[in-house]
């Protein structure tokens, strides 16, 4: 019976490795297909002069059940690390700090007002009601909080002030992308765990968690799917190997975990359930510099938010050297420059020594105690980043997520079911699989 429940998985990104995971476990005979020559996705780490530094997912908090049961059931519990429980703003040249497990440095740090902290009054009393209906792992079925931007709502509830220095840089940092554009249900879920949460990563990069999955999995990379066909009794997977020759593979079941216009087109029958998701997904670019340096920062910050008053192209400063004390030579501070996705066009004119050049230039505005010491710098760029969680696209997501069929040979994991991350990808990652061995149960 066993060798006749072969599945094949395409996408080795997190989710295509969690659901292959959880499939192999349940007896399933599985192959996984990656198109690029890596596997993880966008949790990425790169080692380069001394420095490891992630370059895309940059971090995770222990509110995030599946991932940490995941990370406890493959073995890496002793490879957990805490990070920095610090944050800052950066504004008026300089970097505010407030340490989420000390929640009063929000209202002693000087970054607003006091009378907007009187303001947040309001944003608290909305957050506890909120609380009580949203549920990380399905942000999607809340979908009665996506109803205006979140940028709209910090102008009418709270004030213009809040706006641009609180609510913008928190999602320039979740979003890489404008509160004008994101969704209040975005903002909602971000701060109803922000407290409840300690900020973790994994020693040597957060790469650890994909490349160990695929350790014990049949993975091919280099090997890129060109369609997707089903029939009543198998499904039919045509593919370019890493030789450029074309193979065909008939399996049981499948799970697509690529992007959804990748999974649209290899397999166009996607349409009949993915149909909302298809007209609203968008996916931002990605630019990320990483920095180092030879001297030390001041600040214990793992992450320093920035205004757009501050920077119209630089979203976000991640201090790795606070995430774990692996990441940089001792004494040396490693900073990732994400730039805004808002930008990225303007920024696709410039030279990788141009964009450098204004990564550093920036950072050493921020912490000019480490001036003149860069001795490091690696630039990524992303042609498909994170899913933009603009107004209504939440809508969208509950519609789809009620309409997958759960004893289809064919099932979906990716990052358009709900918020983007890494533990979202766990979540539909499971669900896929879950669905093909509860179908295949029932017929047996």
């Given amino acids: 019976m066993n060798s006749r429940k072969h599945v094949c998985v395409i996408g080795a990104g997190l989710a295509g490795l969690s659901a292959a995971h959880e499939l192999k476990k349940s007896g399933w005979s599985v192959e996984v297909l990656e198109s690029s020559n890596y596997v993880g996705g966008r949790v990425s780490t790169v080692s ?44 008026g040249g300089k970097v505010h700090e407030i340490d989420s497990k000390r929640p009063l440095t929000g209202i002693t740090s000087r970054f607003i007002s006091a009378a907007s902290k009187l303001k947040l009054i309001f944003l608290a009393l909305d957050l506890i009601k909120a609380k009580k209906k949203i549920d990380i792992r399905n942000v999607a079925a809340s979908y009665e909080f996506d109803d205006e931007s979140a940028y709209e709502y910090a102008i009418k509830r709270l004030n213009r002030e809040i706006a641009d220095f609180l609510i913008t840089p928190l999602l320039r940092t979740l979003n890489v992308a404008r ?65 450029n020759n074309r193979k065909t593979s008939r399996v049981d079941a499948c799970v697509i975990a690529t992007p959804l216009s990748d999974a649209i087109e290899i397999y166009p029958q996607a349409l009949d359930i993915l149909s909302p998701l298809s007209k609203s997904v968008r996916y931002n670019s990605g630019l990320v510099v990483s920095l180092g340096f030879q001297k030390a920062t001041h600040t214990k910050a793992m992450l320093t938010m920035i205004p757009v008053s ?60 480490i001036t003149g010491s860069m001795d490091m710098s690696h630039v990524t ?4 980043s994170l899913t933009l969680p603009h107004v209504g696209i939440f809508r969208d997501m509950h519609k789809v997520n009620q309409s997958i069929q759960q004893n289809d040979s064919v ?7 709900s918020t983007a991350g890494q533990n979202s990808a766990i979540v539909y990652g499971k669900r896929a699989a879950n669905n093909i061995i509860s179908s295949w149960r029932d017929t047996i």
């Fill in 381 to 384: 760029r992303w042609n498909c």
């Fill in 179 to 243: 509160a004008e554009t994101i969704s209040k249900l975005e903002l909602f879920n971000a701060l109803t765990g922000l407290f409840d949460t300690t900020y973790v990563t994994l020693k040597g990069g957060l790469s650890l968690l994909p490349e160990t999955l695929a350790k014990h999995l049949d993975v091919s990379v280099n090997s890129s799917v060109i369609s997707v066909k089903k029939s009543e009794s198998y499904v039919e997977i045509s593919y370019l190997d890493q030789n």
């Fill in 411 to 417: 099932q979906f994991a990716g990052d358009y079911f």
């Fill in 310 to 369: 501050e920077h119209k192209d630089i979203a976000l400063l991640f201090l790795e050297h606070n995430k774990a004390n692996d990441r940089a030579p001792s004494g040396n501070s490693l900073i990732t420059v994400f730039f805004d996705s808002e930008t990225l066009e303007t920024m696709s004119n410039k030279s990788e020594a141009d964009i450098i050049l204004e990564a550093r230039k920036f950072v050493e505005k921020v912490f000019p105690e």
């Fill in 48 to 91: 380069k002069q001394g420095y490891k530094f992630d370059v895309g997912a940059v971090g995770v908090g222990t509110i995030y059940t599946d991932y940490m049961n995941l990370i406890d059931e493959i073995g890496l519990t002793s490879d957990v690390v805490e990070s920095s429980s610090v944050s800052a703003i950066y504004r």
